[in-house]
Every structure is written in C-alpha cells, then in structure tokens.
C-alpha cells in the first residue's frame, strides 16, 4: 500500500473501509489481473492500487451470483427488507469516512460527497421498502373456466457498468432495486472510482447481504468485462450509465442474447428562463444546475436560453455569483468548485470555449485559459452562443456556462428540442399557463420547474430519445428488474 493511501486511511474514523480488493461470490480477493492506479484529481497523486480483476474473475462472480439469487429471491420482501435497511443504515453511520474517500478519488467537494452518500443510501433504502410491494395482479378469465393471475419474479443475475461522476450512487441506485426484486448483482465500477465501490461491499457484507448477492470488480479492462456481462448468458440484465457512445455499443453487444438492458445515457439539459421568471431564483437554480460536480453530470444545465427582456440583467447576476465560487481541492472544506475528474477533461471544455468565441460568442467570465496545476478549471459564462457551435451539440461535463438568447415561447421549445438527447430540461417562468405548455412540449424525461435540483430516490430518472432506456428511482426502478409472468388455469 503507497503512503497516500495510508494517509487517506488515516483521515478514516474506520479505515477498514478503504478496500483496495475486489469483493467476489462473498470474498474479498486480489485481481488476478494484478491491480490498478487511482489518482486524486486534485493532485494527481496514486491514492491506491486497486484489484484488476480478469474475465474469468468476473465469471465466477456472475456464478456466484447465480447461485446466490435462487435463496435470496426465495426469501420474503421483508426479508430482503431488512437487510437492505441495515445496508442503509451503515451507510448513513459512515458516511463521513465514505465521503472522505470519494472526495479523494473523485475529486468533489466533501459537501457534496456527503449529499452524494446520503442519495446513494437512500436509493437503498427505498428500493427496500419497495421490496415488500411487489404485488401481482389478477385478471378477470376470458372464458368461464378460466383464471388469469399475474406474478412479478426477478429477472435473474443483473450486472452494471457505472461511470466516475457518482461513485457510490450510480452503483446503489441500480443494486438497491435490484436485490429488492430478489436479483443478485455484479457490480464493475469506473475505473478512476473503484474505492467507493469497495467500501459499499465492506458494507454490504457487515449488514449481510449473503455472500454471491453483490459482487464488486474492479477492472481497468472496461470492454473486456462490458464483453462478459454481455456474453455470459447467466447474465440477463445489463444496466449502465455512461455516455451514448458506450451505451450504443453494449447495446450492439447484448442484443446477440437479446438481454434486458437499462441505458442511462449522455444529456444536454436545456435550461429556459423566461421573461417573467423570478431572476435571482433562476440565477440559483443555474448555479445549481450547471455547477453541481462542477459541471459533470449528465442533468447539468448545458444550453441556458435566456428570453431578451431579461437576458442581459440575467448574464450579469450569474457571473456575479459564478464569480463567488471557490475552486480548490475538495478536501479543504469550503470549496465549491474541485477539479475535474483528469487533465484530459479540462481539453474538452477548452475546446467548447474555443469553438464558441471563434464562432462570435463572448466570454463574460473566465475563459478557460489558466495557470492552476492539476486538473482543475476556472468557471466560465459566456453570451452570445448559437446552435451551431458544439456546447450547443454536445454536453461540455465541466463548468462552462453558455448563455443563448430567445424571443418566443414557441422558438425556446424548438431550440431546447433540438438535440438527439433528452435526458434533463428546465424552465424558469411563472405563468402558469407557460409553464404547462413548455413542460408539454419539452421532449425530456426530466422537467424542472423553477428548481434546477431534480434529483431524488423517489422519482423516476431517465431520458428519452438517446439519452437512455429504462427509469432508476421510485418504484419504477424496481420494475426495472422484474419480470412479468401471466399464469392461465383452468379450472
Ligand atoms: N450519463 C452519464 O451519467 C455520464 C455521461 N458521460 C459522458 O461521457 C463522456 C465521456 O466520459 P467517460 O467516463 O469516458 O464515459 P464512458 O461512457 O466511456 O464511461 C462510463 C463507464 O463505461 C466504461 N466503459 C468504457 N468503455 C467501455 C466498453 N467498451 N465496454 C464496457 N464499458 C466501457 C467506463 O470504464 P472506464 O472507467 O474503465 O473507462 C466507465 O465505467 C463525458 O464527457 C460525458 O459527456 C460520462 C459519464 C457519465
Ligand atoms: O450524471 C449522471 O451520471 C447521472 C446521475 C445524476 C443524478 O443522479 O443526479
């Protein structure tokens, strides 16, 4: 173990939660592909040497989880109840320590590593409580002598592929329905945010989740496990989140064996603020918004339309409070701003700024070029920006505000549909009328209105168009992984 990681161990109240090992069929293991770096963004030093796990690795866990499944699933929701809310519950005692290493490995700031645990448990916790509901129904016979009852079973072995942008959440918020259906899972996390992933199994295993429900694999051979998941047949249900681009090619892959797949995918969340929306309401919300985890993640407000009766007051609030924030090393508290998650990210947000001020836009704030070490960034807003530059195409993960102005409520619709994604939007307005219209007429998953926070264990998350299939959250996250079976008697 490298000293930075005993340093990182040290900050721990408990430091046996710093796992550096894989988590497979109820063991914790070395990589039999040897191990991995992890690096702190915010300084660019290894943290840890994580377990590399190989194929075949990942193919005795998917065993293990087969195995596993047939008691789990046999035993009562309430069961299954209980264990999860113990899960939950040493989570929430925890999550001090496990903030701590998400800030590390990450790089958010520990405030918002705090919010991230205490989401990230409660996608447990409800998927729970959900668990003693997963009710079946009867149907009236469509002859005499006819009975038609339908049952929920699990779908069977559920495996997920998870970005770095949530460590921890992305992970519970697809294991947490999944054990709740009586699904075993076999989780392989981001390569740069493996430890998160490891401290959730320490977890799981001390609030009993029995061994071979929850599996944990470290790898730094992303296609090659995506590969497994998706050509092992005990798999039947592949879930992701990540970018299109990936989503797309496990989508290729898994279609050999036409498995179920879950798809959280890439957003390029509209923000509209309108002309008689409370302006410094919509100002937070924009903050809140476009700079949670400074930029990355896939319901940041990307295009921020802002109607021109108030587009100009609007600009200058905004830069007035993207000016206050502190950018630094997330571990120092107050910090608003960490780095990003690698000094390649920073490229792409360079790049956008680039393309949009050769194009005619204007950098009100920041600007991107900077002498700060590491991967870390300034804020940047800028005006004047059209559909056709590139942060209007793609989403720019990072944090740079682009500020477009509209005319019409007809014209914010078409501009802010105008994309192939449709995860996030948000609108800003108090007429109601306007409101219902707009929210009508968004083609997204996700509305906000007059917040620019949408994100909870209770709601259905997802996208349309190529921003994903499937919802995590709330009880349609369950069904997610449940399968409906239709039973005809005679009688
Ligand atoms: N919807 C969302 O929440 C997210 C969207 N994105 C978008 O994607 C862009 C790129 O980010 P990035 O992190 O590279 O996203 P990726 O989609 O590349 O990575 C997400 C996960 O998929 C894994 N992965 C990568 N390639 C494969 C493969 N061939 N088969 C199986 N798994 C694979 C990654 O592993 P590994 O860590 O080893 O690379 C990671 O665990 C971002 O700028 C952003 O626009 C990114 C993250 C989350
Ligand atoms: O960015 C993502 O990976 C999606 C998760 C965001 C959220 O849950 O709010």
């Not at 950098?363 to 002498?371: A, K, N, R």
């Not at 944090?399 to 609108?427: C, H, K, M, Q, W």
Request: glycine fraction near 10%; aromatic fraction near 6%.
């Amino acid at each position: 173990m490298l000293d930075q990681t005993t340093n990182l161990g040290s900050r721990l109240k408990d430091p046996a939660l710093l796992e550096e090992r894989a988590f497979v069929a109820g063991a914790f293991a070395e990589g039999e592909g040897g191990t991995f770096e992890v690096t702190n963004p915010a300084r660019g030093d290894v943290i840890a040497r994580v377990a590399d796990c190989s194929r075949a690795q990942v193919a005795r866990a998917i065993d293990a989880a087969a195995a596993a499944q047939r008691d789990w699933a046999a035993r009562t929701g309430k069961a299954r109840a209980a264990v999860l809310r113990r899960w939950f519950e040493l989570m929430m005692e925890h999550q001090e320590d496990l903030a701590v290493i998400m800030t590390a490995e990450q790089g958010k700031p520990l405030a918002e590593s705090r919010g991230e645990i205490a989401y990230a448990a409660g996608f447990i916790e409800f998927s729970g409580e959900e668990a003693k509901r997963i009710y079946g129904e009867t149907i009236p016979g469509h002859q005499r002598d006819k009975r038609i009852t339908v049952i929920r079973q699990p779908v069977g072995v559920a495996a997920s592929i998870t970005p770095w942008n949530f460590p921890a959440a992305m992970i519970t918020r697809k294991a947490g329905p999944a054990l709740a259906a009586g699904c075993a899972f076999v989780a392989r996390p981001a390569s740069e945010t493996p430890l998160s992933a490891t401290a959730l199994a320490v977890l799981a295993e001390r609030a009993g989740v029995p061994a071979g429900v929850f599996s944990v694999v470290p790898s730094g051979r992303a296609s090659e496990i995506g590969r497994e998941f998706c050509e092992n047949p005990t798999v039947r249900k592949l879930t992701f989140t990540g970018s299109t681009e990936v989503g797309r090619l496990l989508l290729r892959q898994a279609a050999d064996q036409v498995k179920k797949c879950s798809m959280e995918l890439g957003g390029n969340a509209p923000f509209l603020v309108f002309d008689d929306a409370d302006l410094d309401a919509a100002v937070e919300g924009a903050i809140a918004s476009k700079f949670r985890n400074n930029g990355q993640t896939c319901v940041c407000a990307n295009r921020i339309y802002v109607q021109s009766g108030v587009h100009d007051a609007f600009a200058e609030k905004l830069a007035a409070r993207v000016a206050e924030l502190r950018v630094g090393d997330g571990l120092e508290e107050g910090t608003d701003l960490g780095p990003l998650i690698s000094p390649e990210a920073i490229g792409k947000v360079q790049e956008h700024i680039a393309d949009a001020t050769d194009k005619g836009a204007r950098v009100v704030l920041g600007g991107g070029g900077d002498d700060m070490p590491g991967a870390f960034l300034r804020p940047t807003v800028l005006t004047g920006a059209t559909q056709e530059m590139a942060v209007a195409r793609e989403e720019t993960f990072g944090p740079l505000a682009a500020l477009f102005r509209f005319e019409t409520e007809e014209e914010a619709i078409r501009l802010a549909n105008d994309t192939i994604f449709g995860l996030a939007s948000y609108v800003y307005a108090r007429d109601i009328g306007r409101v219902t219209r707009v929210q009508e007429g968004l083609d997204y998953g996700i509305v906000g209105v007059n917040t620019g926070l949408i994100s909870t264990e209770v709601a259905p998350f997802g996208g349309v168009k190529q921003s994903g299939l499937g919802r995590e959250g709330g009880h349609y996250g369950v069904e997610e992984f449940l399968e409906i079976k239709y039973v005809c008697t005679a009688v």
